[in-house]
């Protein structure tokens, strides 16, 4: 089955720095990439999506960049702000079964 | 998005018993899913709900243990069965909904705790 890996496990970033996260994944008929921010005590919300026909998508300081050939992709959060702390999980889907990253806990220092 | 509840939100059960879990969405939806998410960890599939068949399982995950019923488009509960301690976790519902009919929402969660 699909195997997908994250990092960094945590990320503490500076607030206006920029944060990075990578994930990569195993099974080249994964079409579908949905990203999900967890703040602690509530559930998982979906902040952005890419599908496999796509290389890169952007929503105003989230962006998330696909590479096929290598198997992964990636999450860029600008200008941070501390209201992006939060664990961070990536997904890749084939057709309705999802496939989580371990996540990411992102700390954003004021 | 649709917009999905979860009842109820916390339980404190004693070991050996039984909780079910109700996840109700205010649109009709094909297709949910069950997760957990043990503290601190990532979200597990435990099975996909289909209304009008059996649900799948996840390997790891039985009926006996996790049976489930989804008895319209709008509603489904988990049972977790002969509680133990290590039942302890969060569980959370979700819905196929969407544009593509692919991407998965969220219910709040249940967070459960065996004494």
């Known amino acids: 089955g699909e195997n997908v890996e994250q990092h960094p496990s945590t990320l503490s970033v500076q607030e206006g720095d920029s944060a990075v996260i990578k994930c990569t994944y195993s099974d080249s008929a994964s079409n579908y990439f949905p990203w999900y921010k967890q703040e602690l005590g509530k559930r998982p919300q979906l902040i952005i999506d890419?599908?496999?026909?796509?290389g890169e998508k952007k929503d105003q300081r989230i962006a998330v960049t696909l590479n096929k050939t290598a198997k992964h992709f990636s999450l860029h959060i600008t200008e941070t702000q501390p209201e992006d702390s939060a664990v961070y999980f990536c997904?890749?889907?084939?057709?309705?079964?999802?496939?989580f990253g371990t996540g990411t806990s992102l700390t954003v220092i004021p | 998005s649709a917009v999905i509840s979860q009842k109820p939100s916390r339980d404190i059960c004693q070991r050996g018993t039984s909780l079910t879990i109700q996840c109700q969405v205010d649109s009709q939806v094909t297709m949910m899913f069950w997760y957990r998410q043990q503290p601190g960890q990532s979200l597990t599939l435990i099975a996909t709900a289909n209304q009008g068949s059996e649900a799948t399982y996840e390997s790891g995950f039985v009926i006996d243990k996790f049976p489930i019923s989804r008895p319209n488009l709008t509603f489904s509960t988990l049972t977790v069965s002969n509680l133990s301690p290590e039942d302890s976790s969060i569980y959370l519902c979700?819905?196929?909904?969407?544009?593509?009919?692919?991407?998965?929402?969220f219910g709040p969660g249940t967070r459960l705790t065996v004494l």
């Open positions: 997904a890749a889907s084939i057709g309705n079964q999802f496939y």
């Open positions: 890419i599908r496999s026909n796509v």
């Open positions: 979700s819905v196929a909904a969407g544009g593509g009919g692919d991407t998965q929402y």
